[in-house]
């Protein structure tokens, strides 16, 4: 079973261990690794909000901005024929590929 957990805009990925009874967690998608446990959920909640608020105390201590997750682009591997169709049907539409992409993936996510 996992489940995630959002604070001060960063979401960390849980499971739950039935051999440790405990539950583990990590911050998703950003590339320091920050992780975080407990025995029971107010526990995990209380350790899943100390660990980002030390992360950001840290990154401020040494100078560094915090990682952010999600920046707004990424890089996705597909076909060259699914490539050609997408930017002709963007370029038919009057559209950019990056607006075809993103809408198609906002049309997904709204049909769920």
Not at 23 to 46: N, P, W
Not at 72 to 87: C, K, T, W, Y
Request: glycine share 8%; aromatic share 10%; proline share 1%.
């Amino acid at each position: 079973m996992s489940s995630l957990m959002e604070y001060k805009g960063y979401h960390g990925k849980v499971e739950y261990s039935s051999e440790e009874k405990l539950f583990h967690g990590r911050v998703i998608d950003i590339d320091d690794t920050i992780a975080f446990a407990g025995a029971s959920v107010a526990e995990l909640e209380k350790t899943f909000k100390d660990a980002i608020d030390g992360y950001v105390e840290w990154c401020e201590q040494i100078g560094k901005a915090p990682a952010r997750e999600y920046k707004g682009s990424f890089n996705v591997r597909i076909a060259s024929d699914l490539h050609r169709e997408a930017a002709l049907a963007a370029a038919q539409a009057g559209s950019t590929l990056n607006q075809f992409v993103a809408d198609a993936i906002k049309e997904k996510l709204f049909r769920i």
